[in-house]
């Protein structure tokens, strides 16, 4: 089989959706550089996204919006209407400079992944996870939806049975809408309780398609290990899928500024080595994450992992560097970051009890799955 290889490209190096809001933070560049500052990216591992036609995105994306969406980068100025009906120009999804390249180059390269997993694999592309985009309009600074349209992709490459694993801290709100009742699709949905789109709710099915595990505030790695071995890998392996793709968000983790969970990203990696392997078809994608040394530093560790890179306990000087770079402007944490975040990928575990909460929903989503299976 051939060496994983990872997606990236160089518009997300200077893009930003504006100095005030969370995705002002450099992300994917700092996964690329670090990567290859650690000799964990040659040239023949790497593939450049390619910018996704019109075209290709009305896969699930109305021309309407689309078309929007080119208008207002054309012009940089979201009308009324473009506010009102596609939610472009709020304070969540703000007007800036590569309103669509930027999205339509993430969304290339999940579209992309679809056509190169069609004899089996593994592909990273951490400029995607946008998982809350909608058909026709922009949703939780998503403008398109890629992880949705990757699956698409798959489809049309013959893949049939999708297994889509999201720990991202939010809902996978827009991948529920594109594949609500796919009988030949299991999502499952790791995400805060309580926090913003606050879907995903425990009796949800997605039509029968989704489980949906809300957890409570202060997620531990010894309760992901628990949700891991009792969940995840058991649905998946009894799915038995021709491809998986999990959604890896980095905002699970303690440092993140969003959330209010508190794994490692220990958690993380886990999660990714336990589902490698399970379907000849392997896909990793982005997400959340909006504290630059955590997702940097989780991201480069999931493309270690692929890869079956040894981790070491101190980074070297050229790493390091990249690390010491970045600048998390107008936040607390930007301030006086700890040394650890310069010169290790690894966090500290993070254990703790299982709480009852845990237990209980992962064995009531057990028990639902059986029945789901049995309908299907």
């Given at each position: 089989?051939?060496?994983?290889?990872?997606?990236?490209?160089?518009?997300?190096?200077?893009?930003?959706?504006?100095?005030?809001?969370?995705?002002?933070?450099?992300?994917?560049?700092?996964?690329?550089?670090?990567?290859?500052?650690?000799?964990?990216?040659?040239?023949?591992?790497?593939?450049?996204?390619?910018?996704?036609?019109?075209?290709?995105?009305?896969?699930?994306?109305?021309?309407?919006?689309?078309?929007?969406?080119?208008?207002?980068?054309?012009?940089?100025?979201?009308?009324?209407?473009?506010?009102?009906?596609?939610?472009?120009?709020?304070?969540?999804?703000?007007v800036y400079p590569e309103i669509f390249r930027r999205p339509a180059t993430a969304a290339g390269?999940?579209?992309?992944?679809?056509?190169?997993?069609?004899?089996?694999?593994?592909?990273?592309?951490?400029?995607?996870?946008?998982?809350?985009?909608?058909?026709?309009?922009?949703?939780?600074?998503?403008?398109?939806?890629?992880?949705?349209?990757?699956?698409?992709?798959?489809?049309?490459?013959?893949?049939?049975?999708?297994?889509?694993?999201?720990?991202?801290?939010?809902?996978?709100?827009?991948?529920?809408?594109?594949?609500?009742?796919?009988?030949?699709?299991?999502?499952?949905?790791?995400?805060?309780?309580?926090?913003?789109?606050?879907?995903?709710?425990?009796?949800?099915?997605?039509?029968?398609?989704?489980?949906?595990?809300?957890?409570?505030?202060?997620?531990?790695?010894?309760?992901?290990?628990?949700?891991?071995?009792?969940?995840?890998?058991?649905?998946?392996?009894?799915?038995?899928?021709?491809?998986?793709?999990?959604?890896?968000?980095?905002?699970?983790?303690?440092?993140?500024?969003?959330?209010?969970?508190?794994?490692?990203?220990?958690?993380?990696?886990?999660?990714?080595?336990?589902?490698?392997?399970?379907?000849?078809?392997?896909?990793?994608?982005?997400?959340?994450?909006?504290?630059?040394?955590?997702?940097?530093?989780?991201?480069?560790?999931?493309?270690?992992?692929?890869?079956?890179?040894?981790?070491?306990?101190?980074?070297?000087?050229?790493?390091?560097?990249?690390?010491?770079?970045?600048?998390?402007?107008?936040?607390?944490?930007?301030?006086?970051?700890?040394?650890?975040?310069?010169?290790?990928?690894?966090?500290?575990?993070?254990?703790?009890?299982?709480?009852?909460?845990?237990?209980?929903?992962?064995?009531?989503?057990?028990?639902?799955?059986?029945?789901?299976?049995?309908?299907?």
């Open positions: 089989m051939k060496a994983p290889r990872l997606i990236g490209a160089e518009i997300f190096r200077h893009s930003s959706y504006g100095r005030w809001h969370p995705l002002r933070v450099p992300r994917v560049s700092t996964v690329m550089d670090l990567s290859r500052a650690m000799g964990w990216l040659p040239p023949a591992q790497f593939i450049t996204a390619p910018r996704a036609k019109p075209k290709a995105l009305l896969a699930w994306h109305t021309a309407d919006y689309i078309a929007a969406l080119q208008r207002v980068e054309a012009t940089q100025e979201a009308t009324p209407h473009d506010t009102q009906r596609h939610d472009i120009g709020t304070v969540t999804n703000p390269g999940s579209l992309l992944a679809g056509e190169l997993l069609r004899e089996g694999g593994i592909i990273y592309n951490p400029p995607g996870g946008t998982h809350h985009g909608m058909p026709d309009r922009a949703n939780g600074f998503c403008y398109l939806n890629d992880p949705v349209l990757a699956m698409l992709s798959l489809r049309r490459n013959g893949v049939q049975r999708i297994a889509y694993v999201d720990i991202d801290a939010h809902h996978c709100d827009g991948v529920a809408a594109g594949f609500h009742g796919d009988p030949q699709c299991l999502m499952i949905s790791v995400h805060e309780e309580g926090l913003w789109p606050r879907t995903g709710l425990l009796e949800d099915t997605a039509g029968g398609a989704g489980l949906n595990l809300p957890v409570p505030r202060g997620l531990n790695d010894t309760e992901m290990a628990y949700i891991r071995d009792r969940l995840i890998l058991p649905q998946v392996e009894a799915f038995r899928p021709d491809a998986v793709v999990l959604l890896c968000g980095a905002d699970g983790v303690e440092e993140d500024p969003l959330a209010h969970l508190c794994l490692s990203n220990n958690a993380h990696w886990a999660v990714t080595k336990a589902l490698m392997g399970i379907a000849p078809r392997m896909l990793v994608l982005g997400g959340g994450g909006y504290n630059p040394w955590s997702v940097g530093r989780l991201w480069t560790g999931v493309w270690a992992t692929l890869n079956g890179h040894d981790i070491p306990d101190r980074l070297p000087p050229e790493a390091q560097a990249v690390l010491r770079a970045l600048r998390f402007e107008g936040n607390r944490r930007g301030k006086n970051p700890p040394e650890h975040w310069f010169t290790t990928l690894r966090d500290a575990p993070r254990p703790g009890p299982v709480r009852s909460d845990i237990t209980d929903r992962v064995a009531e989503l057990s028990r639902k799955a059986a029945r789901l299976r049995l309908d299907h």
